[in-house]
């Protein structure tokens, strides 16, 4: 008896010592967060003349304001959740019919060309660069917003991917019942299969936004005009216009609005995030 409530105090005192890891470790990644969200309320003359507080003793929105009279940072906020939502849009409008197509409709070549489209996961975006570059100057583009979202739609291999591996996980006897009360493909797309796979819907919206929005190279590359750059590109701006005298309370304000929004949508769809990469959707 002893030896046996001997085992399970050893077993919780391993237990607590790995949460104050993981805990210490939390803090460890968190506090550059924590030390922008509270430059971005010290005014910028005191950011560098005292320690590291939680929450400044003079919260002030001037760092705001001095962004924005510095450089179109809300024309950036704009931007980027237009470009970010647009992206994800596409993708969606893209990858929510072609994987239902791989996973439902049986037509010639469907293997093969399902084949192709997990091939491209292999290829880096990166190498697509210079001709996209190319094609956007020809077609005059150049600095507009369709340059900015038109070629970041195509990537969506693993969407197309996980879209299939989710409609296949949905139970064939619904389909067959839909099939004989006369719904047609189009219909059993809309009012079955989707809105049985919005948790999955939702997870990858959330990333492929995530990722739309985080997008630098090629923003930096297609997009001159200072009103026309995203939050993640426009950053830059206060470095290279500034050199050794980074501004960094405004800098740091900037930052926050680049993040606020993500944080926020991720907090929004965490529920259906975890559901969807915790459910079944494992090819039959």
């Known amino acids: 008896m ?5 085992t399970a105090s050893n077993a919780a005192l391993r237990r607590g010592a790995v949460h104050l890891m993981l805990a210490a470790l939390s803090l ?3 506090f550059p967060l924590l030390w922008m969200l509270s430059a971005a309320f010290t005014p910028n ?3 560098t003349q005292r320690a590291f507080r ?41 990858s929510l019919p072609a994987g239902y197509a791989f996973a439902r409709l049986p037509f010639r070549g469907r293997r093969f060309l399902f084949g192709l489209v997990i091939a491209t996961m292999s290829f880096p975006a990166v190498l697509a660069i210079i001709p996209t570059y190319i094609a956007v100057v020809k077609i005059q583009a150049f600095d507009t917003y369709s340059a900015m979202i038109v070629p970041s739609i195509p990537y969506i291999g693993f969407y ?23 719904c047609g493909i189009w219909k059993q797309f809309r009012d079955i299969a989707v809105p049985n796979v919005l948790p999955a819907i939702a997870a990858l ?31 830059a701006m206060f470095a290279d216009v500034d050199g050794a005298d980074t501004p960094w309370g405004p800098l740091m304000a900037t930052s926050l609005l680049s993040v606020l929004p993500v944080l926020g949508l991720f907090l929004l769809a965490q529920r259906y995030i975890v559901q969807a990469f915790s459910s079944g959707t494992v090819e039959k």
């Not at 760092?63 to 906020?77: D, M, S, T, V, Y």
């Not at 591996?165 to 006897?173: G, H, N, V």
């Open 205 to 235: 919206s959330v990333i492929s936004f995530m990722g739309a929005w985080n997008i630098y190279l090629w923003g930096q590359l297609v997009l001159e005009d200072s009103a026309r750059k995203t939050l993640t590109t426009g950053i």
């Open 28 to 30: 460890l990644t968190l």
């Open 2 to 6: 002893t030896s046996t409530a001997s």
């Open 45 to 47: 003359e005191l950011i």
């Open 160 to 182: 197309v991917f996980y879209f299939r591996q989710a409609f296949r996980s949905l139970p064939d006897e619904m389909f067959e019942a839909a099939r004989i009360d006369g």
């Open 54 to 94: 939680l929450w400044p003793e003079e919260a002030s929105l001037s760092n705001f304001r001095i962004a924005g009279e510095k450089h179109p940072i809300w024309w950036w906020l704009f931007n980027s959740v237009l470009t970010a939502s647009a992206i994800t849009l596409g993708k969606l409008a893209i």
